[in-house]
């Protein structure tokens, strides 16, 4: 079974700190990684995606993929109140077929 | 990226009965999925909506229950059928168009 893992949280950081979500798969053939933010009641919005091993960034958001490990993470730089929310990390095969994690849910306090 | 809407927005249904859910796109895609969020739980693919022919369903999830129509490139139902309770969810219809895009979602509660 292809699975990806996150740590549930709450992630709990303060205003104008790095905060920084993890996400780990099970595919080694996965070829794409993305990253959707969901806030409450609402459906989920892509954020960041990334393909290659290294950083993305864009603007506060970096995404961090290593391949070698399984591992892909979403650093939020400046963390604002309005970061609060539930963040999904996907992995894609192949096929273009994507498989989500359980989410981390974020909490940035003032 | 395209505008994807989605009707109802929410329903309250009682059991036994069937809803249709529409999703309607402002563009012409070739991909569009059907996924379920539980309440608290992540997303679950529910089956791939092909254009003029039958959806292809993910495990766990078979067509009597979930009925799917594609008439064309840029509209699908998904029909929940003799809902029960455990059915209440969140449903999203998504579209490919290089990325994955989600609509605005169907919150239906069952009694």
Known sequence: ?110 | SAVISQKPSRDICQRGTSLTIQCQVDSQVTMMFWYRQQPGQSLTLIATANQGSEATYESGFVIDKFPISRPNLTFSTLTVSNMSPEDSSIYLCSVLQGLLYFGPGTRLTVL
């Open chain 1, 1 to 110: 079974q292809k699975e990806v893992e996150q740590n549930s949280g709450p992630l709990s950081v303060p205003e104008g700190a790095i905060a920084s979500l993890n996400c780990t798969y099970s595919d080694r053939g996965s070829q794409s990684f993305f990253w959707y933010r969901q806030y409450s009641g609402k459906s989920p919005e892509l954020i960041m995606f990334i393909y290659s091993n290294g950083d993305k960034e864009d603007g506060r958001f970096t995404a961090q993929l290593n391949k070698a490990s399984q591992y892909v993470s979403l650093l939020i730089r400046d963390s604002q109140p309005s970061d609060s929310a539930t963040y999904l990390c996907a992995v894609a095969n192949a096929g273009n077929m994507l498989t989500f994690g359980g989410g981390t849910r974020l909490m940035v306090k003032p």
